[in-house]
T-cell receptor
Framework: NAGVTQTPKFQVLKTGQSMTLQCAQD?????MSWYRQDPGMGLRLIHY???????DQGEVPNGYNVSRSTTEDFPLRLLSAAPSQTSVYFC?????????FGPGTRLTVT | AQSVTQLGSHVSVSEGALVLLRCNYS??????LFWYVQYPNQGLQLLLK??????LVKGINGFEAEFKKSETSFHLTKPSAHMSDAAEYFC?????????????FGKGTLLTVNP
């Protein structure tokens, strides 16, 4: 099993550009989520999904969009990047209470 | 609502010394508790978890944590620090709210190990 995979590993965007962070898991987990990690802030939940076709907002959803068309994939879209979205993004999938994290995407918005 | 407080954003110990990283939680129902470790430029790895079985939980790399309900604490310890333990550690709490085991993280504690 590859577990949770994320692409790209690094990305630099200009303000106003859009992009999609990809996340996939091969463990057939229903629950997936996106977090952002900022220094001194821990991990904060952006959006989550409890199954294909079902998504909901987390703690810091503004500026991000998600969809879940399959169990395996859960992409995160930035429609118009802002410098405040410079962060490290982690995708995770979960079975019951145990979460499995991807390796992260380091995003810089200039 | 659930929350996690990690006391001390930075802890520094000497190699061979006791490691103690503090975590207190707030939860209105019995919690599940976790410690994750993050090495530089890597993702999060589960170190150990408490899921309402034994209150003393042993994890990987010689770490353990004790759930103390009366103190609402879940402190992480290791008897003897190694240089390889230098990393950031996150405490997290979850509980079964409806069908959702929402995970809430503390802000992290950076552990430095001095030779």
């Amino acid at each position: 099993n590859a577990g949770v995979t994320q692409t790209p590993k690094f990305q630099v965007l200009k303000t106003g550009q859009s992009m999609t962070l990809q996340c996939a898991q091969d463990m057939n987990h229903e629950y997936m989520s996106w977090y952002r990690q900022d220094p001194g802030m821990g991990l904060r939940l952006i959006h989550y999904s409890v199954g294909a076709g079902i998504t909901d907002q987390g703690e810091v959803p503004n500026g991000y969009n998600v969809s879940r068309s399959t169990t395996e994939d859960f992409p995160l879209r930035l429609l118009s990047a802002a410098p405040s979205q410079t962060s490290v993004y982690f995708c995770a999938s979960r079975i019951l209470y145990e979460q499995y994290f991807g390796p992260g995407t380091r995003l810089t918005v200039t | 609502a659930q929350s996690v407080t990690q006391l001390g954003s930075h802890v520094s110990v000497s190699e061979g010394a006791l490691v103690l990283l503090r975590c207190n939680y707030s939860s209105s129902v019995p919690p599940y508790l976790f410690w994750y470790v993050q090495y530089p430029n890597q993702g999060l790895q589960l170190l150990l978890k408490y899921t309402s079985a034994a209150t003393l939980v042993k994890g990987i790399n010689g770490f353990e944590a004790e759930f103390k309900k009366s103190e609402t604490s879940f402190h992480l310890t290791k008897p003897s620090a190694h240089m390889s333990d230098a990393a950031e550690y996150f405490c997290a709490v979850s509980f079964r709210g409806g069908s959702n085991y929402k995970l809430t993280f503390g802000k992290g504690t950076l552990l430095t190990v001095n030779p």
